[in-house]
Structures are given as C-alpha cells and as structure tokens.
C-alpha cells in the first residue's frame, strides 16, 4: 500500500532549529493483519546532545503495543534507514557512527524492502538484533535531528518512500511470520503530519542550547 503520513513530532530550540524529534513507523510490507498499515510499530527519537545526535529506535512491544507478547527469544530490530536531508554531495561516513552494538554495520545507499532507497542503513546480524537499537552520530558541524530526515528513493519503493524504516524479526506471526519491514512517510514533498512531543523533551532542547552545548555544525564534504 501507498504510505500514508506517518506521526511527526518535533521539539525547537531556541534558535528555531529543530534539536530533538519523535516519529512512528506506522506501515508494512507484511499486510496481512493483524500487520496492516496504521498501527505505529516502531518509534524513533533523535536529540541533538553536544556534538552528538542520539537515536533511539523503539520496537513498541508494550502493553495494548504491536508486538505485545508475540516476541521470540531473539526478537528485536535486525536494520535501519535513514536518509540526509540535504543530498548535495555532502554524506557521512562509517567512523561518524558511535555507540552502535557488536555486531553491527554501516553501509550506504541500500534498499530495505519495499520502502526505496536510503542513504544509510545499520545493520546487524541475527544475533545481534537490538530492542531498543542505540547510536550516535557524532562531529558533523551544523547538523540537527532534521538533517537525517528525508524521503527514500529510487524504484522500488512499492510501499512508498520512507522516511525511516527499519526490519523486525524474532517475533510470531500468522503463517509462520517471524519478520517484517516497517516504514513511516509519504513520499517527497508531503511533509508529515504533527503530534505533540513530550514536554520533557522540550526542556531538554531548550536547556542545551541555553547552556551553549549545542554547538553550529556542518557536513564534511
């Protein structure tokens, strides 16, 4: 199915630059319920902290949650994507990457099945599937939690382009699923719609830059 917008919530600074975000994946390529496309699967939280942007990639397998009690003995998140909002040459490279599990890769410009193209996908083994998956984006001049969010591309995006996405396995499904991929967006130039952001974030973005830690950064080229 054609993504439809996914959930976007966004603290600002006091500069007007955007210093911590929250957005739910909320659509699949399994389609087949109870995996349709609607329920917000996956959370993903990124805050600018010093020289750093920490993400944090939730599987929501709380109560009244998704994967509530279907997760196996290996249940957890197994990859990743992401895109850069401004592809003018500018890319980050492997070592920009800190904090990421054992086990765990960092390629460019790979495909996550059905939801297109992305810029930058993590990756792990089976054996190192993460729930909650950790890591920062470390030294980049300039950047904010909004450098890193864009659509997909290319032609296989027969989900539609996503913004993040990111494959679940360990967990039982009908007909003997135990994988999935899970996207959120709606394609470029839609941008996606609003909800509020926890007010404890907020203080966050606006304490860091009232104390002069987040500093303006830029891309290396």
């Known amino acids: 199915m054609r993504l439809a917008p996914f959930f976007l919530g966004t603290a600002l600074a006091m500069t007007g630059q ?25 959370a993903v939280t990124s805050v600018a902290s010093g020289n750093d942007i920490q993400f944090t990639v939730d599987v929501r397998n709380g109560p009244g949650q998704p994967f509530e009690s279907i997760e196996g003995s290996n249940f957890g998140i197994q990859q990743f994507g992401f895109n850069l909002a401004n592809d003018n040459g500018a890319s980050l490279e492997a070592d920009s990457f800190t904090g990421l599990p054992a086990g765990w890769n960092v390629d460019f410009n790979r495909t996550l099945n059905g939801f297109g193209r992305f810029d930058v996908v993590l990756s792990g083994t089976g054996s190192a599937r993460q729930a909650p998956l950790t890591f920062n984006i470390s030294d980049i001049v300039g950047d904010t939690p909004a450098s890193y969010h864009a659509p997909s591309g290319g032609a296989g995006a027969v989900q539609g382009n996503a913004w993040y996405a990111a494959h679940v396995a360990g967990f039982t499904g009908p007909e003997q699923i135990t994988s999935g991929f899970f996207g959120g967006g709606s394609g470029p130039g839609t941008a996606p719609a609003p909800v509020p952001i926890p007010g404890a974030v907020w203080l966050f973005g606006s304490a860091v830059v009232g104390l002069g830690l987040v500093a303006r950064r830029s891309r290396r080229v």
């Open 18 to 42: 955007a210093q911590a975000a929250s957005y739910y994946l909320d659509q699949t390529n399994l389609e087949q319920a109870p995996f349709t496309d609607g329920p917000r699967y996956l």
